[in-house]
């Protein structure tokens, strides 16, 4: 059993008794976040189990309420909180019954999650999916319990055609390419001859790490002056980006011009090495970042950063719209990209609202 001293989400069920002193079991109420040990885990979780595999059957006859189980990848950024936050909010004001597990970073604990949303019998199943490859199985297991699974955030690759109903994220090659567009403005602008580019990328094998790559790599590549001179793992976090730029600081030193980042909290971690190393971030060298959290954009407006890519990470309306058709055994389109713009030190800073994230 999985519930070994860790946080999940369960559903409150209100006990009732009726006149014939029978107690039944009102399974409206909210998912509440709970930290309990093995032993309680594993008997709360059975209870749950009991009580509620039959719970679509309701004693007023209603239609039961939407089930949607969301197997989150972490925690790992501002970025991935305010996702977190926007599909928790927009989940409640839909009236959806949200079962949310955090997979702190592990594709096994995003699979275990979906096993057990197949066994709690949800309506339906969404998940952001750390990396690309290893889902067939437990997608096929899904696909022969009937549950329609929504892809969130990031893709996948799968060898086994039509397991999921649809992607609802950012189109994260056109973030690439506006990175990479906005470089060629800079460099024009101040009259480079030669760039020489440091790339600390997001995730290996996800989804916005190859096609952030992609398309900055795509934009870039017809401009002579371009040069990578390396490319390195940061995985997200702001610890890694710090790590990694101290190494890019002492392996090419001062012929850095610019370092392309993959989100925010890398980006946050590698300023302070930068300054440590004797150079002005957003003057000696040139920043650009993506995702667009208020700290960066605070940075932006001060001169460190200086470009921000904007990914959005409200999601969660689209989600649930999407969720609640499936729901319905309604058509869903396959492909939701919101609208995205950039910020940059050609933006009027006067121009860009408070973020939410
Ligand atoms: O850019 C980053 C993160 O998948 C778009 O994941 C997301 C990325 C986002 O944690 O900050």
Same mark, same amino acid.
């Given at each position: 059993?999985?519930?070994?001293?860790?946080?999940?989400?369960?559903?409150?069920?209100?006990?009732?008794?009726?006149?014939?002193?029978?107690?039944? =079991?009102?399974?409206?109420?909210?998912?509440?976040?709970?930290?309990?040990?093995?032993?309680?885990?594993?008997?709360? $979780?059975?209870? *749950?189990?009991?009580?509620?595999?039959?719970?679509?059957?309701?004693?007023?006859?209603?239609?039961?309420?939407?089930?949607? !189980?969301?197997?989150?990848?972490?925690?790992?950024?501002?970025?991935?909180?305010?996702? /977190?936050?926007?599909?928790? #909010?927009?989940?409640?004001?839909?009236?959806?019954?949200?079962?949310?597990?955090? $997979?702190?970073?592990?594709?096994?604990?995003?699979?275990?999650?979906?096993?057990? =949303?197949?066994?709690?019998?949800?309506?339906?199943?969404?998940?952001?999916?750390?990396?690309?490859?290893?889902?067939?199985?437990?997608?096929?297991?899904?696909?022969?319990?009937? %549950?329609?699974?929504?892809?969130?955030?990031?893709?996948?690759?799968?060898?086994?055609?039509?397991?999921?109903?649809?992607?609802?994220?950012?189109? =994260?090659?056109?973030?690439?390419?506006?990175?990479?567009?906005?470089?060629?403005?800079? $460099?024009?602008? *101040?009259?480079?001859?030669?760039?020489?580019?440091?790339?600390?990328?997001?995730?290996?094998?996800? /989804?916005?790490?190859?096609?952030?790559? $992609?398309?900055?790599?795509?934009?870039?590549?017809?401009?002579?002056?371009?040069?990578?001179?390396?490319? %390195?793992?940061?995985?997200?976090?702001?610890?890694?980006?710090?790590?990694?730029?101290?190494?890019?600081?002492?392996?090419?030193? #001062?012929?850095?011009?610019?370092?392309?980042?993959?989100?925010?909290?890398?980006?946050? !971690?590698?300023?302070?090495?930068?300054?440590?190393?004797?150079?002005?971030?957003?003057?000696?060298?040139?920043?650009?970042?993506?995702?667009?959290?208020?700290?960066?954009?605070?940075?932006?407006?001060?001169?460190?950063?200086?470009?921000?890519? #904007?990914?959005?990470?409200?999601?969660?309306?689209?989600?649930?719209?999407?969720? *609640?058709?499936?729901?319905?055994?309604?058509?869903?389109?396959?492909?939701?990209?919101?609208?995205?713009?950039?910020?940059?030190?050609?933006?009027?800073?006067?121009?860009?609202?408070?973020?939410?994230?």
């Amino acid at each position: 059993m999985l519930y070994a001293s860790r946080c999940f989400y369960v559903r409150m069920v209100k006990v009732k008794e009726n006149e014939s002193g029978k107690v039944r =079991f009102d399974v409206r109420g909210k998912y509440q976040k709970m930290r309990l040990g093995k032993r309680w885990g594993i008997l709360l $979780a059975a209870a *749950l189990l009991l009580l509620t595999g039959c719970g679509n059957d309701r004693e007023d006859g209603a239609q039961p309420e939407l089930l949607l !189980g969301f197997s989150q990848i972490g925690s790992e950024s501002a970025w991935r909180i305010g996702n /977190t936050k926007d599909i928790e #909010e927009q989940a409640s004001a839909y009236g959806v019954s949200l079962m949310l597990e955090n $997979a702190n970073q592990k594709q096994e604990n995003q699979i275990d999650a979906i096993r057990r =949303f197949i066994a709690y019998k949800v309506d339906v199943i969404a998940f952001s999916p750390i990396v690309e490859e290893g889902w067939d199985n437990v997608l096929r297991e899904a696909k022969e319990a009937g %549950i329609p699974v929504i892809l969130v955030d990031r893709d996948i690759s799968t060898e086994t055609e039509g397991l999921t109903t649809c992607l609802i994220g950012a189109d =994260f090659y056109a973030e690439g390419v506006m990175a990479g567009e906005y470089l060629i403005r800079k $460099a024009d602008a *101040l009259g480079l001859e030669q760039v020489n580019i440091v790339e600390i990328t997001g995730t290996e094998n996800s /989804t916005p790490m190859r096609q952030r790559q $992609a398309g900055f790599l795509d934009a870039i590549s017809g401009d002579e002056r371009m040069c990578v001179l390396e490319s %390195i793992d940061g995985d997200f976090l702001k610890s890694r980006g710090a790590e990694c730029m101290r190494y890019l600081l002492e392996t090419y030193g #001062e012929d850095i011009d610019v370092v392309y980042s993959h989100n925010d909290e890398m980006t946050l !971690g590698a300023l302070p090495e930068i300054e440590s190393a004797g150079f002005v971030p957003g003057s000696d060298m040139i920043i650009i970042s993506i995702d667009g959290g208020q700290e960066a954009i605070d940075v932006l407006k001060s001169g460190k950063i200086n470009c921000v890519v #904007e990914c959005t990470p409200k999601l969660g309306k689209e989600l649930m719209e999407t969720a *609640l058709k499936l729901k319905a055994g309604e058509p869903v389109e396959a492909l939701i990209h919101p609208t995205e713009e950039i910020f940059t030190d050609e933006t009027d800073p006067q121009s860009i609202g408070p973020r939410g994230y």
